[in-house]
T-cell receptor, first 116, second 113 residues
Framework: AQSVSQHNHHVILSEAASLELGCNYSYGGTVNLFWYVQYPGQHLQLLLKYFSGDPLVKGIKGFEAEFIKSKFSFNLRKPSVQWSDTAEYFCAVNALLTGGGNKLTFGTGTQLKVEL | DTEVTQTPKHLVMGMTNKKSLKCEQH?????MYWYKQKAKKPPELMFVYSYEKLSINESVPSRFSPECPNSSLLNLHLHALQPEDSALYLC????????????FGPGTRLTVT
């Protein structure tokens, strides 16, 4: 079964600081990778996704992530955070199941707080 | 339009009640999902429907009963729930069950008293 680990549970940054959130997954087969964001009081939104091709993917609101297959990692980055980036960030792995179908597994999440 | 809608937004029910959660999408997606999210935790998969047929049940207790009346609608029937079932219940949809991105609804906040 696949698993996803996020190393940072709580991150506090000042505005304009750079952000990197770590994500590692464990699964030997074909996977697609995602970052979702959950702003306070709002529903989960897709931030970016990786299916294949260029391992550096760009998402909404200036976020990007790099897939490093050899490290089973999919870290999220943003050069300069804003107060409005305060939210919970979830890394997720969608993997094919041996019995058919697929399953989206989430990491434990990282609570990001950006201070003015 | 990437909207998944869920009703009701909030639900309080007793342990002997029967209630239903509803989910709707009009994106033409053929896969729909139910997740359970406890406070400060990630969403956990409960059920997957593919082309209106149940394809995955993650060992969910029978007091939760999913139903997919058509390709746009997904219901979750609740009966004899326990207080520990209190959580945010999320519905999601995707084009099909093949590693595609999933779009989530706002959820129903369920409290079991």
């Amino acid at each position: 079964a696949q698993s996803v680990s996020q190393h940072n549970h709580h991150v506090i940054l000042s505005e304009a600081a750079s952000l990197e959130l770590g994500c590692n997954y464990s699964y030997g087969g074909t996977v697609n990778l995602f970052w979702y964001v959950q702003y306070p009081g709002q529903h989960l939104q897709l931030l970016l996704k990786y299916f294949s091709g260029d391992p550096l993917v760009k998402g909404i609101k200036g976020f990007e992530a790099e897939f490093i297959k050899s490290k089973f990692s999919f870290n999220l980055r943003k050069p300069s955070v804003q107060w409005s980036d305060t939210a919970e960030y979830f890394c997720a792995v969608n993997a094919l199941l041996t019995g058919g179908g697929n399953k989206l597994t989430f990491g434990t999440g990282t609570q990001l707080k950006v201070e003015l | 339009d990437t909207e998944v809608t869920q009703t009701p937004k909030h639900l309080v029910m007793g342990m002997t009640n029967k209630k239903s959660l509803k989910c709707e999408q009009h994106m033409g997606h053929r896969a729909m999902y139910w997740y359970k999210q406890k406070a400060k935790k990630p969403p956990e998969l409960m059920f997957v429907y593919s082309y209106e047929k149940l394809s995955i049940n993650e060992s969910v207790p029978s007091r939760f009963s999913p139903e997919c009346p058509n390709s746009s609608l997904l219901n979750l029937h609740l009966h004899a729930l326990q207080p520990e079932d209190s959580a945010l219940y999320l519905c999601a949809s995707s084009q099909e069950v093949r590693l595609r991105e999933q779009y989530f609804g706002p959820g129903t906040r369920l409290t079991v008293t």
